[in-house]
């Protein structure tokens, strides 16, 4: 495929916009973070600072080219994903799209894989959080042209910098490729980001911004067996006062905005009203404390497709009114020079208030299923002490530790549906992590931890939905309802240097293991007349995953890059007569790798323009990823009789891949 890429920018004077430094501000000690420069460089991210995260230890994609992940063993809708503090469902498009919001429109990117400050609330697992530009100095823009898409961004200050407007957008039209290679598949995206931003004082600190923003994907064909849309919008009003080291920062917000899914079984969508207010609030030279409270509103509308035998979707995902209010405190002290402690504690409080079952619903449910509807109206509170620390051993080398408590409503498998069944508890999540951050010689950064991750009433499919077939697509088993016990824990190693530098790289290395305690239809059922409890292995633990990635600057403008990933294969149980049978997951699928490569040539003309052409390729190899191992005899989940397996002989399976794809690109970049 061809790529071509055209941008025209006018940077800000203080800075490239690859190479932003934040100054003024502490890091967070259980934060990894990584600038546009990482984010435009990494090979196979394409622009994507979602996609970058899976490049780090504790991070396993949920399969290939797909933006989601377990982190820690958290499922991917237990990822939070926030852009300036306001949270929305996902990052990224359906390959081959990149982010939702345009690298250039990027600051920074920080990723929490547990332990999350206390500001973020409602997220059972890792955490990523998007910070966008300043409002820009002078006039900038940016356009792009491909074979998979167009986009375009403009960026202009208004009255001497007193207010400025932004606008970007982009349009997917992969289906005039996809019409030459299968006639069956259809994918379309599109998304948009928009800002405008006032001072009502000129020169003053404070800041009135109205946010805009929105991303669709429709995806469909004989691939994935199924037709699939997202879509979401966000609009934000922000009042905000910048503070410094003696005078507060405060930050009001107004959000409105809307989640839709769609596919054949229904579509379901979830109406947003919200509003937050953030602050800190220098109390000494090394003292500082935060404070803030968020209230939202959720009106959460399923609509089932006529030729569903309902109301399994109307049961699980149900009608309903959603309220969640949360206030959190924290402290941030030095008490020592190369001592850092960040203290705080979070209150939630979920509440959901269902419409009336549809018609038969009740005795649909109680009879089919045998479990108990949920009522009307419930509530759930919750509180989540964190804490963090960093303390300094020697110069260059510090002590880094974690620990939270982090509470969310039911799940989906992946982001954006919420399931209805509050009644059944909240999740939790026990984070804890300590290790070693180094600076090293070179300007590189070390970081080793250990983690111990344990999650109570998780929403895991993977886990008590045997059969996983129809996970993404067809959620209407009841199986999807129940909970699980998980833990996950390990090592993680990484190594790295900017990728903007001559001579950049990344290393990441991962041992860990993940366990699920959970009832499972089917699974060690033998002369029990009942489900038992099973303590087994994750669908999605990997024992070992490995990073490798280098950009090298070879002279005359010329910088090359490739990417190396390998990861353990997935584990799954053997059957007898399609009968699960222990030990489970025993076994594993074949290994994954994948190759990723980035070549680019710039020619500079002055000190703000410059002009880059660029060929990338994602999985260059075109490696099948394995996705199971399927059994000659047909699955039976029902309860069994020992007599049923005995003296059977194991059924033998074979191994089936995901089909082999690569995506290559071509592309031209100008800035000035």
């Given amino acids: 495929m061809l790529v071509l890429v055209l941008v025209l920018a006018s940077p800000p004077r203080t800075a490239r916009a690859d190479e932003v430094t934040v100054q003024g501000q502490r890091r967070d000690p259980g934060a990894t973070s990584f600038t546009p420069a990482d984010v435009r460089q990494m090979p196979g991210a394409f622009g994507d600072p979602a996609r970058v995260i899976e490049a780090l230890p504790g991070v396993i994609p949920l399969g290939s080219a797909l933006p989601f992940y377990f982190v820690r063993g958290a499922t991917p809708s237990n990822t939070g994903y926030f852009i300036d503090g306001m949270r929305v469902p996902l990052f990224s498009h359906a390959p081959p799209g990149g982010g939702v919001v345009t690298a250039s429109a990027i600051e920074s990117v920080d990723f929490y894989p547990g332990a999350a400050p206390a500001r973020f609330g409602g997220v059972g697992g890792a955490v990523l959080s998007l910070t966008t530009t300043p409002p820009s100095e002078r006039l900038r823009g940016e356009a792009r042209v491909s074979a998979y898409d167009s986009s375009a961004l403009v960026e202009a200050p208004i009255d001497d910098g007193r207010a400025s407007m932004l606008v970007s957008a982009r349009y997917g039209y992969t289906q005039l490729l996809l019409d030459l290679l299968d006639q069956t598949a259809k994918q379309a995206y599109w998304d948009y980001f928009t800002r405008a931003t006032f001072r009502p004082t000129r020169g003053g600190r404070d800041r009135l911004s109205v946010v805009a923003l929105g991303a669709s994907d429709a995806v469909s064909g004989s691939a994935i067996g199924a037709s699939v849309e997202t879509t979401f919008h966000r609009a934000e009003l922000r009042y905000e006062i910048a503070g410094s080291s003696r005078a507060p920062t405060v930050r009001l917000a107004l959000t409105t905005g809307v989640n839709a899914q769609s596919n054949e079984v229904g579509g379901v969508r979830d109406r947003i009203l919200g509003a937050r207010a953030d602050g800190a609030f220098p109390l000494a030279a090394d003292v500082s404390l935060g404070a803030g409270a968020s209230v939202t509103l959720e009106r959460y509308e399923v609509d089932v497709s006529s030729g569903v035998a309902a109301p399994d979707p109307e049961i699980l995902f149900a009608p309903r009114n959603d309220v969640s209010i949360g206030a959190y405190s924290n402290v941030l002290w030095r008490p020592a020079p190369g001592v850092d402690l960040d203290a705080g504690v979070r209150l939630g409080m979920f509440a959901t208030k269902r419409d009336a079952y549809p018609l038969g619903g009740y005795e649909f449910f109680t009879r089919t299923h045998g479990l108990v509807p949920p009522p009307g109206a419930v509530g759930k509170p919750a509180v989540d002490p964190r804490l963090t620390a960093r303390a300094r051993i020697v110069r260059g080398l510090s002590l880094v530790g974690a620990f939270g408590v982090a509470h969310s409503t039911p799940t989906f498998l992946l982001p954006g549906l919420a399931m209805s069944r509050l009644e059944d508890g909240l999740q939790t999540a026990v984070q804890s992590s300590i290790g070693f951050e180094a600076a090293l010689p070179g300007e590189i950064s070390a970081k080793v931890n250990g983690f111990l991750h344990d999650y109570l009433d998780l929403s895991d499919p993977t886990a008590t939905c045997p059969t996983s077939t129809d996970l993404v697509f067809d959620p209407t088993a009841a199986c999807f309802a129940r909970r699980v016990r998980g833990r996950a824990y390990g090592a993680e190693l990484l190594v790295r240097r900017s990728l903007g530098k001559r001579l950049g790289g990344w290393l990441s290395y991962t041992l860990s293991r993940s366990t ?30 490995l990073g490798l990635m280098a950009t090298y600057d070879l002279g005359i403008g010329w910088r090359a890059a490739a990417r190396f990933s390998y990861a353990t294969g997935r584990p799954y149980s053997h059957t007898v007569q399609g009968v699960f049978v222990g030990p489970y997951s025993s076994d594993r699928l074949p290994d994954v790798h994948r190759v990723d490569l980035r070549l680019e040539k710039t020619w500079t003309i002055d000190a703000d323009r410059r002009l880059s052409f660029v060929i990338e390729g994602y ?6 990823e394995p996705s199971e191992c399927r059994p000659e005899h047909t699955l039976q989940l029902d309860p069994v009789p020992e007599s049923f397996l005995r003296n059977r002989q194991v059924d033998a399976c074979t191994i089936h891949r995901a089909a082999p794809f690569t995506i290559p690109s071509v592309g031209l970049e100008g800035s000035f």
Avoid: C, I, K, Y
């Fill in 516 to 545: 699920r305690e959970t009832h499972a239809p089917g699974w060690a059922l033998l002369g029990h007349g009942q489900e038992q409890l099973a303590e087994v292995l994750s669908e999605w633990d990997r024992t070992h995953s």
């Fill in 619 to 624: 999985n260059v190899t075109a490696f099948g």
